[in-house]
Every structure is written in C-alpha cells, then in structure tokens.
C-alpha cells in the first residue's frame, strides 16, 4: 500500500477593489498587503524550492478578482508606490530605534529594511509586475495546480433560485482562467465552501472536475460516505468532492491551540501604524489619513495572559526555531493520522487541507517559511507521506463512491448564516431582483450580433456590476462589522449603477458617458460574456 498523500490547498482570494477616482484608498492597502505579506513570500519560497529540485505540490487558488487586481495598470503602479513608501519608512525606523535602550527592536528593523528592499526587487525585477504570470510559471513547470472560483467570490446558495445567476458566476470565471492561465481549470475553490443541493449539475456543465467543501458536507452526504472524509466521492452530475479534514487544519490556523499562537511568533495587531505618533509615519500613511497597519511590527505574541500593549519583543531567530519545530510536528502528525488508514480503506488515503492563502504571511507572518520546511522534509523518501493535488489523486484513483452532498459552508456554524443574518439579509431581495432583470435582458439579446454595439456594451457592462454587487465580501464584513460603512456602500453603488444602465437599455437611450464612466470604474473581465445569464 502507497503512504497517505496530503493535498495543501490555498485560497488567494481579495475583493475587487479598485478606487481610480482617489489617490490614496483605504480598502486598496489590502491588496498592498497580501502582496508583501503572502504572494511574494510564497513565490520566494516556490523560486527556492525549484531551485534545489524538491517536488513539492501545491493547489491554490487564485480567484478571478485577484487576478484583475494583480494585473491592473493602475494597481500594479500603486503596488509598486507602496512598496517604495514601506521600504522609505523601514529605513527610517533604523535611526529610530538605534537609540532604544533595547537592541532587539533595532535588529528587527534591519531585518525589515533587508527584507522589504528583497521584495521591492523581487516585485520590480524578478516578476515585473505580473505575479499572476509568476504563478503560472510554476503550474506550467508541474510545482503547483491553480484552481479557480466564482466570478467575484458570489455566495452561490442565495443564488440557488436563480440558475442564470449561478451560471454566470462559474462559465464567466472558467472563460477568465482559461484567458489567464492558457487551459480550462480542472477544480473550484466554492466561495466560503458553500453548497446547494443540485450545484453539482452547474459545475458539471462547465466541465469542472472536482471541489472541495467542510468535512459535514461530506460526512452528512446520502449515502454515508465510506471512507468518510479521507476519500473523495463523486456527486450524481459528476464532479468529485473532497472534504477538508479538521484536525490538520485546526493545527495550523488556529491561534488558540494551533502553531500561530506560539509565543516565539510576530504578533499581528501590535503594528507601528497604531504605535508611533503620526509624523513618523507620513512616508506610507498621508497626512491625515486614518491610522492603519504599516507592516512594521516589533513584538511577539509573548504569554496569551499579557496585555497587548505589554508585549515582549520578537526574535527572527526565536520564530525560526518555532517554524522548524512545528513543521516537523506537523508532518509527524499527517503520518500518524494516515498511516492506519491504507489497509482498511484498501486505496492511498487523502487529507485535504485547505486554508486561506493570506494565512501564511500576512496573519501568520512565518507561514511561508513553515510551508517550506514542511514541504522540503515531506518530500524526503523515508517520510511516510505523499504530496499530491486532488486532479492527480482522481487520475490515479479514477474509482469512488458516488455521494450527494450535503448543503453547508466552512462559516460559523456550517451553514449558511453568516452572509444571511439581520445585518446583511437586507441586501438579497435587491440582488435577486437584479439578477432577474439580467436574466430577462441577456434572453431578449441573445441573437443580438454586432447590431447594437451600444447597448451590447451596456449589458456587459450591467452584468459586472451585478456579479460585483454578489460578491459574498460585501456581506461577510457586514455581518463582522469589519469595514461594514464600505462593504454597504459597494453593494448599493453597483446597483445603482446596474439599475440605471437597465433603465437606459430598456428606454433604447444609453448614456455614452455614464456607461464610459462606469466602465473606467469597474473594468474586470474585458471580454465578460453577459449571455451566460440567459438560459442555455
């Protein structure tokens, strides 16, 4: 019997937020961020990996929102300004904290200065700009698989009355990773691991082959599942489903018994955006503007009982040891998870373990560097475990158990709740209706070829403000609260932008103007084909 076989799936995943109208936007640093935090640090250690031969295996995806962020002008730019901003402000933090009575806090900060002025170059030279062209690198070299999801990360059960809807949240996604990425995606990332009974039939006519939901919505599935959740199984349409084991990832993303909240590591929330007065920080925050994270973080998690404005000061060497501890722990763990399992189940056992990509780096600042540890001792002959990714586990093991589903999510709870709760639920009465005029619209058009160019760049353009406004962010940070005041403000504005456009088509008087001006706002998916919401 072959060893188990571990699948790490990563989920790249941002909103679309893109705000030309303003120099300097807020929302845009989350971009900034996963940029320096977690894309390039993961592309460093992919770049290593390769360098010395180890075969490691990877599935990520990288939603299609990302993916206009990443390769937008105007981001890509700003991305760049950032960089320059974060670098200027590190090398001021070397005279500052020189004259602590503390030496540590001055380590620190040489070790930021070097390693921002790495990723500036990395970004600048290495890449040049193109980190979604970086990524395909590596899946076109056989290191990693990339998968897609949803069009704009659209929470697909509030959809599920609405097969035009869900239709064009898949085909408009799988048209935009085959433009990307040169091939059609074999996977889906479901946003928020969110299943309705008879999504299968969806995916299935988009010719997508596997995805992944929380381990209840396979375990609960009719039949019961065999193998339970270390197997994958086949929905009646087709595509497989994997299910994502709890224990591995618990280990890891937890910050209450996982690795992150080890002592040793950075803490997050104790940033120099928040510490320091604001004149120090002017190189990255403009005068003026709201305090926010810089990056530039001095202090440990240190003993969970102390407050967090009493935090020790971090040690890179000391989270260094952290990482080659817990990878090690974590790699001993999967073994003695899986090893019982081969001879039972009479086929390799799988655990997949997915988690948000912007984990490792940006939440848990060491989570790069423990994926590579991890990655270079599972791949050693004698360590019992396999990396794979669920397509080549299904070309190996084309035989399952055929298995229904359950409707579920990886939210709170399992279900669905979080983006249908009385902070959000007011927002899907406004998105059906929309989705139904779409509907209506793209069925009226259909054979509509290059008669009315107008109105056919209207609807394209209507039909990405509708999928912007699905996007499940807007109700996820309104049901936490996080970024609430913007979240509400995007769902309106691209229904009212997408209302007055239906209003415009329907009146024959399209307003070159306003459809210019809406189309410089929003301009994902150039060649968006909006008669995916017709009926087939």
Known sequence: MAPGQLALVLHAHLPFVRHPEHDDFLEECWLFEAVIETYLPLLEIFDRLA???VPFALTMTLTPTLCAMLRDPLLQARTERYLDRVVELAERE?????LLEDARPHETAGFYRNRLRALRTQYHDR?????VGAFRSFQDSGQIEIITCAATHGFLPMMAEQAGAVRAQIRVACTDYARLFGSPPRGIWLP????FTGLDRALAAAELRWFVLD????????PRPRAAMYAPAFTPAGPAVFARDREASRQVWSAEVGYPGDPRYRDFYRDIGFDLPAERLTPLIPEGAPRRFTGLKYHRVTDRSVPLPQKDFYRRADAMDAVRTHAA??????????????????????LVVPFDAELFGHWWYEGPEFLEHFFRAAVAPESGLRLTTPSRYLDENPTQQLLDPSPSSWGQNGYWEVWLHPRNAWIYRHLQAAARRMTALAGEHRDMIGEAPLVDRALRQMARELLLAQSSDWAFL????????YAERRTRSHLSRFNRLYAAVRRGQVDVVELERCEARDNLFADLDWRSFAAS
């Open 478 to 485: 309104m049901k936490t609260g996080t970024a609430s005041e």
């Open 127 to 131: 890449w040049r700009g193109d980190l």
């Open 192 to 195: 928020e691991c969110a299943y």
């Open 329 to 350: 722990h974590f790699l001993e763990s999967r073994v003695r998870q899986l090893a019982p399992l081969g001879e039972a189940l009479g086929r390799p056992p799988i």
């Open 215 to 222: 381990t209840h919505g396979v375990l609960l599935g009719r």
């Open 51 to 53: 360098r010395d031969g």
């Open 94 to 98: 070397i005279g500052r904290t020189a």
